[in-house]
Nanobody, 123 residues
Framework: QVQLVESGGGLVQAGGSLRLSCAASGRTFSSYAMAWFRQTPGKEREFVAVITWSGDSTYYADSVKGRFTISRDNAKNTVYLQMNSLKPEDTAVYYC????????????????WGQGTQVTVSS
């Protein structure tokens, strides 16, 4: 069982930066792929980025590539999402997710989810 708690969301102007954190409980955090998704009202949950259990591989949605960076610190049981050059269209609730066997972009494949953190980018 893995419990996830996101933090770091807030209000930022376009062009600014935020760093989201997702703290995980459980002793096997290092064996899980970790991902970030986002969702706006009335829309489906959208893939943002994923990092493999070892941290050796990452994958990003085209909409955030070059602006966002996912990383993890297995010693701290934490995954991060550094978001730079933020745009108003990045406004959403951001969720972290974990799965032991899957490291792709489909949200239905992830077993564990956090409660989400709101990111609002003003123009």
């Amino acid at each position: 069982q893995v419990q996830l708690v996101e933090s770091g969301g807030g209000l930022v102007q376009a062009g600014g930066s935020l760093r989201l954190s997702c703290a995980a409980s459980g002793r096997t955090f290092s064996s899980y792929a970790m991902a970030w998704f986002r969702q706006t009202p009335g829309k489906e949950r959208e893939f943002v980025a994923v990092i493999t259990w070892s941290g050796d591989s990452t994958y990003y949605a085209d909409s955030v590539k070059g602006r966002f960076t996912i990383s993890r610190d297995n010693a701290k049981n934490t995954v991060y999402l550094q978001m730079n050059s933020l745009k108003p269209e990045d406004t959403a609730v951001y969720y972290c997710a974990a799965d032991h066997d899957y490291s792709g972009s489909y949200p239905t494949h992830y077993d564990y989810w956090g409660q989400g953190t709101q990111v609002t980018v003003s123009s």
